[in-house]
């Protein structure tokens, strides 16, 4: 099976993958951060927890070349969720209390791990199967499968551990969480042609496309962008740890930044994957991390009311949902072909960098000084970054990235 031979997977279908990462991240992000900081955690702790786990996008790299090398991108797929659901079902089991951060952080970021590795399987199996003129469209589908399922779980987590308890709450979850799993029993291996060399030749075209990837103008300027704070948003990682200042009981925030986040982050992935095609994807990420930064503008004028955090936070997940549908889009643009889970390794690795060190670092700005300043902070230092790179792009796009036809040079300036 090869890139756009209309076998595996097509966009719509990719909605049901994204259970594994989403939930994992749904109760780091939702549900984790309420009941931490009604515990006596501090902002800041809970934002290096959630960076910590966040921080396990990066740290895949190292262990990810082993699926190009090794095994079948199924298997990968299937075994990330079963490690996954057994992690986040503990913890969830784990009592939140400040000296358990340690574990908790530990227990998060194993977590976060196992999800990443499956994912990088995910989004080779798409470079692989995927047509490449419907790449924006299945970057649609996929990053609005993983916001919903990030919303509507980490809001049912919050609500079912203040109504059932862990117990019921670790056993659902951890379910739902195999679903990939399930979902790879229906799907054909597809061919990789580097499969057929020894160790050596595969390790040399592991190499080969890494160093394809960074030698272009073009796919150079995007591995930078991705380490700034564009469209990381960061502040929504804290929603829930700081939702009291708004007055926000435990059911409005389980509701907003849960099944609210969920549809709101989806609608706006499918409304970017309608049009995400028609234009050059640098431009629509660098626009969507503006509309986010209008979004942090709009929470930090309104008034802090429980009506208000439920407005501002849901139109802010609305933004989130263009800003990490554009980054998906041009991620699995740059992945291509080859060794697509290296590559995808190395550019989710590198996307990934601001979503670990942004929540740690507005956590800090919040007990330093507070939610205000935490979110000018956000607000100038991602300007800062839209405005540098909108001033130093490279040439608008050409059809596609050097990347995406494997190691076949093409010159961009």
């Known amino acids: ?44 702790a809970i934002g290096s927890v959630i960076g910590l786990a966040a921080f396990a996008a990066t740290v895949k790299i190292i262990a990810t070349p082993l699926v190009d090398l090794a095994g079948s991108m199924r298997g990968w797929v299937a075994g990330g969720a079963l490690a996954t659901a057994i992690l986040t079902a503990a913890l969830l089991l784990v009592p939140v209390r400040p000296e358990s951060t340690v574990l908790i952080a530990a227990i998060a970021f ?72 399930v979902a ?44 700034t704070p564009i469209g990381a948003g960061g502040a929504s990682y804290l929603w829930s740890g700081v939702a009291s200042e708004w007055g926000a009981s435990a059911d409005l925030v389980s509701l907003v930044t849960g099944t609210g986040a969920a ?79 290296s590559k995808g390794a190395v550019l989710s690795a ?4 601001s979503v670990a060190y942004m929540p740690a670092l507005l956590g800090l700005l919040h007990d330093r000084g507070s939610t205000t300043i935490m979110l000018w902070g956000e607000i100038v230092l991602t300007s800062a970054f839209i405005i540098g790179f909108a001033l130093f792009r490279p040439r608008r796009r050409a059809p596609t990235l050097p990347a995406e036809r494997g190691t076949q040079t093409e010159a961009t300036g």
């Not at 009941?35 to 501090?42: E, T």
């Not at 890494?210 to 272009?216: N, P, T, V, Y």
């Not at 590198?350 to 960098?353: A, F, P, Q, S």
């Open 350 to 353: 590198i996307g990934n960098l």
């Open 263 to 341: 549809i709101s982050s989806a609608v706006a992935a499918l409304l970017y994957g309608a049009v995400a095609d028609r234009f050059d994807r640098i431009d629509s990420y660098l626009v969507a991390g503006a509309l986010l930064v209008g979004g942090a503008l709009f929470v930090l004028l309104m008034p802090r009311t429980p009506w208000a955090f439920a407005v501002t936070t849901t139109t802010y997940a609305f933004l989130i949902g263009f800003a990490y549908t554009a980054f998906a889009a041009l991620q699995c643009e740059a992945i291509g072909t080859g060794t697509a889970a």
């Open 110 to 181: 194993a977590g976060a791990l196992a999800a990443e590795i499956g994912t990088i399987a995910i989004y080779g199996l798409i470079a692989l199967t995927v047509d490449p003129r419907r790449l924006g469209a299945a970057a649609s589908y996929l990053q609005g499968g993983f916001l919903v399922c990030q919303g509507l779980g980490g809001g049912f987590a919050l609500w079912s551990l203040t109504h059932w308890g862990a117990g019921v709450t670790a056993a659902i979850i951890g379910l739902i969480e195999l679903l990939p799993a």
């Open 184 to 227: 790879m029993l229906g799907m054909a291996e597809p061919h990789r042609q580097h499969l057929s060399q020894s160790l050596g030749g595969r390790l040399a075209a592991i190499g080969g496309d890494l160093i394809d990837l960074a030698r272009h103008v073009r796919s150079r300027y995007v591995l930078i962008m991705f380490a």
């Open 1 to 44: 099976m090869t890139q756009g031979d209309g076998a595996g997977f097509t966009p719509p279908w990719l909605f049901m993958l994204c259970s594994t990462k989403g939930l994992q991240l749904g109760v780091v992000t939702v549900a984790f951060p309420y009941v931490a900081a009604r515990q006596g955690l501090s902002i800041a």
